[in-house]
Nanobody, 113 residues
Framework: QVQLVESGGGLVQAGGSLRLSCAAS????????MGWYRQAPGKQREFVASITVGGSTNYLDSVKGRFTISMDNAKNTVSLQMNSLKPEDTAVYYCKLYPYSYWGQGTQVTVSS
């Protein structure tokens, strides 16, 4: 099994910043990328950002230029620096370890207007 533990969420005003972190542990034999997803109330979970072990990144269009994903391969951790936050960024954020299908408990991000 693989365990994913997200942290760093909280309540912030619009325009503020948060940094999310996720640590992966357990039966990790190899992985090729890590990523972040989010799920707002009443909506489906959506992709936010990903980064490969080679450093290639991909972002949801609405977060480009505001969010930055980074990964420490040796420590199996991934971070998401979120700047210029907007109320529509409010959601529970989950990290993902590719190609595994496990999810963590998520961390709540709430952006007030």
């Amino acid at each position: 099994q693989v365990q994913l533990v997200e942290s760093g969420g909280g309540l912030v005003q619009a325009g503020g910043s948060l940094r999310l972190s996720c640590a992966a542990s357990g039966s990790i034999f190899s992985f090729n990328a890590m990523g972040w997803y989010r799920q707002a109330p009443g909506k489906q979970r959506e992709f936010v950002a990903s980064i490969t072990v080679g450093g290639s990144t991909n972002y949801l269009d609405s977060v480009k230029g505001r969010f930055t994903i980074s990964m420490d391969n040796a420590k199996n951790t991934v971070s998401l620096q979120m700047n210029s936050l907007k109320p529509e960024d409010t959601a529970v954020y989950y990290c993902k370890l590719y190609p595994y299908s496990y999810w963590g408990q998520g961390t709540q991000v709430t952006v007030s207007s």
